[in-house]
């Protein structure tokens, strides 16, 4: 005898239902998934434990329909992935055609407090092949279903296992998205779904289909708190660059292992440029075997502020990252990227100016007194294009009989420089015999090997390396202007020898440093030993950062002949109110450099000769300009 079944409720208003319609659906469903004798004490307790509950009739002779019941707790789009899970997978490669699907909501209040969902769908199997099919994939479809309909996590695994269309992910993507939202309200608001819309309209479908939903969502999630985050920070300090960087493990479609850098960006000013190639030089420097995954590069812009969202995914070509790796990047990343953002020049029109080019030649020429002298260059940076760098040279030397011309030398001897001539004319006469010829041409090498981090030319590190290439193909030369430069290399380069590895880890930072000494005739007078202390100043104030709640700190240190200073601040502007003092101090005895490279903008100051109480004197002075600027700072906020 059957039992009767426990009150059942459903969800539907009672004005829509057709008599009994409903309830005979959900029983009938109820029927086909319950265990025989299943409604009977002391089996009533285990309906919880035993969701969900999913059966099917038995495989017949072809031609036959075959139904599927389905009974589970309430979930949005469960119904939605069983039919579509079923309708793709149960005979793969065959799109099978639904004859009839039904789902209803209910409840059932004597056993269970929560909305449970009963469903049924019916298909056809059409020949013995099908039929076959079926029998061969049905074990394993049954069990994706049970995972499936539990949770989105789960069913979003079942779907990247089998392959997902476009809209199936979407769908998960949005459940996932409405649950962070229901869950985490503090952190999400519904704001977010802008953010999901961006996402999903701008990364292109090969992005999508072969990441997974949970790990598409997870991205999204980043870039909305990165955003949140970048605007209150420029809310309350709009002067200042923010960096937001997450690293992710994750796996491609296929199960390649891939590390993902989720980046959020704010930019100063609208000529600048950061894109694939910057995030993935940046890492390449604590990584060089890192190499970008094709495709996975994505950057959107809001439009209401200066800010930018960017993924990008990396592999080695060694093998997997290891932690000390990790580590690396998630300690030094941010200030690599920040040290790598580009600044887009407008290209410079100046015609050359042929009076200053005639002041060169009667300049040079006045320096060539004996038949022996070497020739005397000048060489000197004319413009840039594009792709390559155009430097002026005028040459004065002694013309003898039979000697080639400056074509000749070009056109005879391999040189990675591309020659450009003027004119060539003898200007007068050594002893009334030996001519004095002037030569004015122009070479031209590529610029993309003197690129520095941030993507600036390296000036001098091209003018070292276009003299040296003139030389392999004239002989030894003066370079007229050489001099300063060649004594500013030397005092570099042995800075770089005592620093050791320190310098090697921290190579654009120290140019940065040397390049803002000023005034600029110190870089080939000071010793390297005075300028290594002032540089480790500034890389243990970038480590220490500034103390909780100050908006700046001075540091100071001294031996027998200098005295040392080091700003350090929240925003830049503060160097403008010490720079203007500083200018009118004695400028061969005050030293000064300003970087702005580091996490907090510095300002250096090296006081040489100066006593204990002209040195206490310039600190407190100082302090006094900062506390100046602090007044001022809050004053501007106050507004």
Not at 245 to 273: A, C, H, P, W
Not at 600 to 612: N, Q, V
Request: charged share 25%.
């Amino acid at each position: 005898m059957k039992l009767p079944y426990p009150y059942i409720v459903t969800a539907l208003d009672p004005q829509y239902r057709t008599g009994y319609f409903d309830l005979q659906a959900v029983q009938n469903i109820l029927d086909h998934v319950l265990p025989k004798n299943f409604l009977e004490d002391p089996q009533l307790h285990l309906l919880k434990n035993t969701l969900p509950l999913i059966a099917h009739t038995p495989l017949c002779e072809p031609p036959f329909d075959l139904h599927f019941f389905l009974c589970c707790r309430f979930r949005q789009n469960a119904f939605r992935f069983f039919c579509e899970m079923i309708r793709q997978w149960l005979i793969p490669g065959k799109q099978s055609n639904i004859l009839m699907q039904f789902a209803i909501d209910f409840a059932m209040p004597d056993l269970l407090e929560e909305c449970l969902i009963g469903a049924q769908l019916s298909l056809r199997c059409e020949n013995a092949y099908e039929k076959e099919l079926i029998v061969r994939n049905l074990p394993s479809l049954l069990k994706d279903l049970r995972l499936g309909v539990v949770s989105p996590y789960q069913a979003s695994v079942v779907l990247e296992t089998r392959g997902m269309g476009y809209d199936e992910k979407t769908v998960l993507i949005q459940e996932s998205v409405t649950q962070l939202i229901k869950h985490r309200p503090q952190n999400f608001d519904y704001d977010i779904m802008t953010e999901m819309q961006r996402f999903l309209v701008l990364c292109k479908d090969d992005f999508k289909k072969i990441r997974g939903a949970r790990h598409i969502s997870r991205i999204i999630c980043v870039h909305y708190l990165f955003h949140k985050a970048l605007k209150l920070s420029l809310d309350a300090f709009p002067d200042r660059r923010y960096i937001s960087v997450k690293l992710v493990r994750t796996y491609l479609k296929g199960k390649e292992k891939v590390l993902g850098v989720i980046v959020g960006l704010s930019f100063l000013k609208d000529n600048e440029i950061f894109e694939a190639r910057h995030i993935l030089g940046a890492i390449k420097t604590r990584v060089p075997d890192a190499q970008k995954v094709e495709g996975s590069f994505y950057r959107s812009h809001h439009s209401s502020d200066a800010t930018y969202m960017m993924y990008i995914e990396v592999v080695k070509t060694t093998g997997d990252f290891t932690q000390e790796e990790l580590r690396e990047l998630k300690q030094h990343l941010p200030l690599e990227l920040k040290g790598r953002i580009e600044q887009r020049l407008n290209p410079v029109f100046m015609p050359q100016n042929e009076e200053e080019v005639m002041r060169y030649i009667v300049t040079l020429g006045s320096e060539l007194k004996y038949v022996r002298d070497v020739p005397q260059v000048i060489l000197e940076f004319s413009c840039q294009t594009e792709e390559k760098l155009e430097f002026l040279v005028v040459m004065l030397r002694v013309h003898s009989a039979g000697q080639n011309s400056i074509q000749y030398y070009f056109e005879t001897q391999p040189s990675p420089l591309e020659c450009v001539f003027d004119r060539s004319k003898i200007i007068g006469a050594l002893r009334g015999k030996y001519k004095k010829e002037a030569n004015v041409f122009r070479v031209r090498v590529s610029k993309s090997v003197f690129l520095r981090q941030d993507h600036s030319v390296d000036l001098y590190q091209a003018r070292q390396y276009v003299a040296y290439h003139l030389k392999q193909i004239f002989g030894d030369f003066r370079d007229y202007y050489g001099g300063m430069i060649s004594k500013e290399t030397e005092i570099f380069s042995l800075l770089r020898q005592i620093l050791g590895e320190i310098a090697e880890e921290n190579h654009a930072l120290l140019e940065n440093f040397f390049f803002a000494l000023h005034p600029a005739v110190m870089r080939s007078l000071l010793p390297a030993d005075v300028l290594k202390k002032l540089f480790l100043m500034i890389l243990d104030a970038e480590i220490e950062g500034l103390p909780l709640g100050q908006p700046y700190q001075i540091r100071i240190e001294e031996d027998s002949s200098n005295f040392y200073l080091l700003v350090i601040a929240e925003e830049e502007s503060f160097a403008q109110e010490l720079t203007g003092y500083l200018q009118r101090l004695d400028a061969v005895n005050i030293v000064t450099c300003c970087v702005q490279q580091t996490e907090f903008p510095c300002l250096g100051l090296i006081a040489r000769h100066l006593d204990s109480e002209e040195a206490r004197e310039l600190w407190h002075t100082l302090e006094n300009l900062l506390a100046a600027w602090v007044d001022k700072r809050i004053l501007s906020l106050s507004r």
